[in-house]
């Protein structure tokens, strides 16, 4: 569960980071990961290993008058948030293998 979290984290900084690189790309409108609906498949049980997450065209931001409608100031917010989470998942993983390590020298 926790790779899968990594890679629905990964994937949305990814989005982020082209959506920050098409700012002034006319016509191009910002993309998301459905993060909860993704986790909520996770912990349900489905299998995710081989589908990609959904990724949704992100409604109700103000379009310029190209037709582009990224927000830099909502991506940089998002962008500290998935960081964030990313650090979360990070130091779960650091946890698990820390128990694991405790286990094999205790068991020595």
Partial sequence: MLERYLDVVTMRQTLISTNVA???TPGYHTRDVDFRG???R???GEDTSTTSP????VRGLTARPDGNNVSADREGMLLAEVQLQFKVGTALIRSEFSGLTTAIREGQ
């Fill in 54 to 57: 959904f990724v949704v065209p």
């Fill in 38 to 40: 993704e986790l909520m």
């Fill in 42 to 44: 996770v912990m349900n």
């Fill in 22 to 24: 098409n700012i002034d």
